[in-house]
């Protein structure tokens, strides 16, 4: 079992930054995988960044070069530095974590975007 407790979600003007937190409990040390997805209304879940085995990061085409995801694992705490923010970055961001073949996720931190 492993528990996701998210932070750091807010209101900024477009052009802003914000970091989101996620701190992992339990079984954080068998983590395999870890990152952050976001749903917008109307949306469905998807991945904004991710760091898989190996410590490779992946990014979805329209955060590149704006996010950057880091893992602090002394702290089991995994990292989402958002800059440029767009409104259309606007939605709940959700830290999953992979342990083994199972997925855990937090319970989400709204991040709204101002024009």
């Known amino acids: 079992q492993v528990n996701l407790v998210e932070s750091g979600g807010g209101l900024v003007q477009a052009g802003g930054s914000l970091r989101l937190s996620c701190a992992a409990s339990?079984?954080?040390?068998?983590?395999?995988?870890v990152g952050w997805y976001r749903q917008a209304p109307g949306n469905q879940r998807e991945l904004v960044a991710r760091?898989?085995?190996?410590?490779?990061?992946n990014y979805a085409e329209s955060v590149k070069a704006r996010f950057t995801i880091s893992r602090d694992n002394a702290k089991n705490t995994v990292y989402l530095q958002m800059n440029s923010l767009k409104p259309e970055d606007t939605a709940v961001y959700f830290c999953?974590?992979?342990?083994?073949?199972?997925?855990?996720w937090g319970q989400g931190t709204q991040v709204t975007v101002s024009s």
């Open positions: 339990g079984r954080a040390s068998s983590i395999t995988r």
């Open positions: 999953y974590a992979r342990v083994s073949l199972a997925d855990y």
């Open positions: 760091i898989i085995n190996g410590g490779n990061t």
